[in-house]
């Protein structure tokens, strides 16, 4: 079965640093997000992204945060300059149907440890 | 405020037993939930969804009730097996509409199972 695929498995940055999460959503999926699950907490809605533009975003996703789709298979996740409260896990996950609906396909996600 | 929430944090079964998760969710405008699995180390994983329109649907061993009445939501698991020990969270969606899916998830609560 096609699987969402996040890279690294596990990122460690110095506070204030750039990084970048990469993504490849299932490749004929249209509809693209990005959340985000502080340790012990819920999952967070970040982002969706839809035909090269950002559909919706939460409070959290503030002009630190960017996404691109820079080719036909990647989606990325930005953080211009972290902060010891950007830690934790993130999660991509990408869709199909236009409907969004059966939205269950979540990747591995990749751990952001800030320090 | 508007909220998903959980009842209870945890739930431990014995194998062969069935388990009921609940969810209480108070956005009545609300038109679609999930719910999802998340063993450690991995994303959330779709496990059934229903709209609103519909108070119950069934997969395998698993069957979602949704009570709009009272807002509320369930997953129950026939014969619960210890792969079946994960967190479980109910999510719904909170989109601007149309295609648009923005899901607000739940806290989660911890099934073990018991061999």
């Known amino acids: 079965e096609p699987e969402v695929t996040q890279t690294p498995s596990h990122q460690v940055t110095q506070m204030g640093q750039e990084v970048i999460l990469r993504c490849v959503p299932i490749s004929n999926h249209l509809y693209f997000y990005w959340y985000r699950q502080i340790l012990g907490q819920k999952v967070e809605f970040l982002v969706s992204f839809y035909n090269n533009e950002i559909s919706e975003k939460s409070e959290i996703f503030d002009d630190q945060f960017s996404v691109e789709r820079p080719d036909g298979s990647n989606f990325t996740l930005k953080i211009r300059s972290t902060k010891l409260e950007d830690s934790a896990m993130y999660f991509c996950?990408?869709?199909?149907?236009?409907?969004?609906?059966?939205?269950?396909?979540f990747g591995n996600g990749t751990r952001l440890t800030v320090t | 405020g508007e909220s998903v929430g959980l009842h209870l944090p945890t739930l431990s079964v014995q194998e062969g037993d069935n388990s009921i998760i609940n969810c209480a969710y108070s956005?009545?405008?609300?038109?679609?939930f999930i719910w999802y699995k998340q063993e450690s180390g991995k994303g959330p994983q779709f496990i059934i969804d229903?709209?609103?329109?519909?108070d119950k649907r069934q997969g395998q061993r698993v069957t979602v009730l949704l009570n709009k009445t009272v807002k509320h939501l369930s997953l129950q698991i026939a014969a619960t097996q210890p792969g079946d020990s994960a967190v479980y969270f109910c999510a719904e969606n909170r989109g601007s509409g149309g295609s648009n899916y923005k899901l607000t998830f739940g806290k989660g609560t911890l099934l073990t199972v018991n061999p």
């Open positions: 956005n009545s405008a609300s038109d679609y």
């Open positions: 229903i709209r609103s329109n519909m």
């Open positions: 996950a990408s869709s199909e149907e236009r409907t969004g609906e059966k939205m269950g396909h």
